[in-house]
């Protein structure tokens, strides 16, 4: 729902520069094993069924022989004016006032998939069944992340576990945040550089800083989300 | 430093090592010298409910990038890149993040097992007090008749193994991976011995260029060093407040690579040496220059008709990399995997050469790295052996040689000739199986070692390898069981065990000015530990390069195909490496960044080609070379020329546990033995034919599910 304003300073969001991505999937798996995200196996992949927190939507652009992929890599906006939250009947999806970002309470969901019904950005995953992860495979699991079960539906968190932290540790220090110093998985993977993440309340921020650049935009802006991510195109044939 | 450390200067010391890296440990959960403490005096990496993190060195490939594992309760959780490591600078591929699915996998080959070649009635689990002695007689065979076959990681393994057979004058350890072969570093390393005069793996400033030519390297997913060049590459674009680099790639298929650049230019396999030197003849033309001996006799016209590109395209891409400051040619693994293969990389080196390149920024350097793969033409004068009866005891680490070596070489046949095969796997493989004894090595992360060639490395660094965890299974450090048994078998080795041996490899080190030192070995090892290697500060490489002349070549170019009946094939390595990486479930299902698909092969076929032949999209279609044939279905792929087929690597595994098992097909079915100059596999320009079999097979894709739902 609207943006909740009680003079907080966080307000994280994340900046994806389409020029640097090469569409690796690093991203992909680093999401994955941070966040225990299970894998499905084949048949539900097939079936729509796989889930990826953060997934990079591959479009075909021209045809032979000046085809090429335009690689965007799609996670959850953490949008300011989020659809999927108004229509949860039991407010699982939630709008957190300190992080200023969309969360799931897993154990408020009763799996009715409205949210991702009014998802415009396909960023929320279902789980259609139990995790399968035999023993010992279970060892890796993080133990900062709750395990979804079957019939719960659940989304990119801006790894919020490690928000947490940061914000615990520089407290003990007794210090502000630094810039850089909390970076989720998918951010801290990336090969190629194509993700920065900070807080945006801040203008001297890295993020901040990155997210006037003349290549900006935001996905379905014109939804009036109000998403926390920014893109920036790609040059070349991407858009530049 | 002085041998005097005042008290003092000891804490400022001790103070900076805090600062740098707060977290970092230098003793693990295999510490060496077990001390007894009371309960409440938790261990150092057993605090509960902290994480601890340790540093060490990825093995999923040869690359070698630094890697911080976060350990909590004596688990390993996540892995991430190492921020201080040179070579991949904190970032880290999905095959690096995904390491705990081998380390925790179930299907590890818990001890040590006589396999007996996979007859089951037989099969036992043994011990290693009945293994060592087995090992120790096999070391005592004539040293003419032991083989050692070795992965591309570890090195600190390799070298004591090269130690051992010196010492004895046994055959020195061959080193196989299928990936090796893929990017073709022999042929790389041999081109640019001819090109510069040195046996070096050349290092390309992809960071600093402004115009790249790659022919047929795929440096973004699997060449040389994936992370290390991915980040060259977001640098090359936009690191540089005014100039963006421009990228141009020269492949039959559209690889990550192709696909990322600004420019694909799909040539016919086997053009790759006719194109470079065109552009050659076009660049001193472009430049004002004479033309290089090489490229005079040829004529560009009738090489772009011969590549099927426009000839006004090859004129106009000439005057930009003739144009730029900074322009960099790439030769890689499709393009010099052939049979013209050293010819053509040298080619492509050569126009290096002619833009003046040479050890500047942005233009080729040579490393201080050799490569360590031996070629496969000495893998085959290994199988030649084998066959002979000349071997009389095989040991494999870390190596799939029945499933990585292509089908008609006949491994697997020769293997069934040598008297006693000890694999060291930590999985039941497809070769392990077909092993006498499986003496599990430890899983990376529970073991000590070192990297030290790192292709991309632009400075000397050794990477160092220490264990997370505590060893879950009855598994031992193969470096440990050579040891042992060389000393029994009356051949010692000088070294008490393996982190005795690592300790004395990197003794050198200490004094070799890197960026940090210490009085004496302990120390020393401590930081090695606890930084995760040892590097030099400053950036810096040869940047003496001798150009050498260029050699008049004359390349046959592309075969000639019956139209709609016969394909160039492209073979391409994918996320799941060499094909070990089958077995973690997480890159399984991590969809392949061009067309999305998980968990199996796919054929691919331009969209075109496949209505002419009346395929669809998850038809199963029978591929055949000269040298076998697999079944597999059809992924409609715009962008590959419609004479060529692309199939990817990795799948097809009869073993190595249950998430790689019965999934997908092995095309190294379809692979020739043949190797070119350099001995590197000749793979890029086998000519196949597909068949319809009548059957479906949907394709589990991520992308757009049209089609696929309600037909499963």
Sequence with gaps: MAEVSKGIAEKWGLVVDQDRCTGCNACVVACSMENNVPFTGEDNVAFGRGTYWIYNKRMWEGAYPEVAPAFQPVMCQQCGSAPCEPVCPTFAAVHSEEEQINLQIYNR???????????????????????????????????????????????????????VAGRQTASAEDRPLRDGEVTPACVAACPSGALVFGDLSDPSSRVSQMAQNERQYKLMDELGTRPKVTYLKGGGRNGG | MSDKITRRNF????????????????????????????????????????????????????????????????????????????????????????????LYNPDRVFGPIFQARGDTGRQARTSWDEAIPLVSEALKSPAGQIAFLLGTAPDHLYDLVTEWTRSIGAPAPLRYSALASFEGRSTLQEAANRTFGKPALPYFDLANAEVVF??????????????????????????????RGYLVAFEARQSLTAGNADEWIPIKPGSEGLVALALARLV?????EATPAAARSIDPATVAETAGIEPAKLTELARLFAASEHSLAIPGGSAIGQHEGLAIAQAILQLNVQVNNLGLPGGVFLTNSEQPTTSLTEVKSLVQKMNDSQVKVLFIHAANPVFELPKVLGFEEALAKVPLVISFATFPDETAMLSDYILPDH??????GYQRMLAAADRPVYSSIQPVVAPLYDTRATADV???????????????????????????????????????????WSRWLQYGGWWVTEQGLDAEIAAGSSRPATFSGPAALEEDKQFYLVVFPTQLGDG????????????????????????????????????????????????GALEASVYRYPAIRPDTIAIPFGQGHTALGRWAEGRGANPAALLPAAVNEAGDLAFGDVIASIALTGKRRPLARVENREGVYGEH
């Excluded at chain 1, 259609?128 to 992340?145: H, K």
């Excluded at chain 2, 594992?69 to 095959?95: F, M, S």
């Excluded at chain 2, 060389?486 to 070799?512: C, H, K, N, R, W």
């Design chain 1, 109 to 163: 969901c009763i799996g009715t998939r409205y949210c991702a019904n009014n998802c415009p950005y396909h960023a929320r995953q279902f789980n259609f069944q139990d995790p399968d992860i035999p023993e010992p495979m279970n060892s890796y699991l993080n133990p900062d992340v709750t395990i979804r079960r079957r019939g719960v539906m659940e989304k990119c968190t801006f790894c919020v576990q490690r928000i």
């Design chain 2, 284 to 288: 001193a033309e472009a430049r004002g």
């Design chain 2, 580 to 627: 070990a990486g089958a077995n973690r479930p997480w890159l399984q299902e991590m969809p392949d960044p061009m067309t999305t698909l998980t968990w199996n092969t796919w054929v691919e076929v331009n969209p075109e080609t496949a209505d002419k032949l009346g395929i669809h999209d998850d038809d199963v279609v029978r591929v055949t070379t000269p040298y």
């Design chain 2, 482 to 524: 050579l040891l042992a048994a060389a000393a029994a078998a009356g051949s010692p080795l000088p070294y008490t065990d393996e982190v005795d041996f690592v300790q004395q490899m990197i003794v050198p080190l200490i004094s070799a000015g890197g960026f940090y030192t210490a009085p004496e070995i302990q120390t020393f």
């Design chain 2, 214 to 243: 790659s022919f047929g390297a795929n440096f973004l997913e699997t060449w040389l060093s994936p992370v290390s060049y991915s980040a060259a590459y977001g640098d090359m674009r936009q690191a540089r407040p005014t100039r």
């Design chain 2, 443 to 448: 899983s990376p992360l529970e073991s000590f």
């Design chain 2, 11 to 102: 804490l400022k010391i001790a103070g900076a090592g805090a600062a740098i890296s707060a977290v970092l440990t230098g003793c693990g959960p295999m510490s060496r010298y077990i001390v007894r403490r009371p309960y409440t005096e938790m261990p150092e990496y057993n605090q509960t409910g902290l994480n601890t993190y340790y540093a060490s060195t990825c093995r999923e490939c040869a690359a070698g990038c630094g890697i911080i594992v976060r350990t909590k309760e004596g688990r390993a959780i996540t892995i991430e890149g190492n921020p201080q490591h040179p070579l991949n600078r904190g970032r880290l591929c999905a095959r690096g993040i995904t390491a705990q699915q081998g």
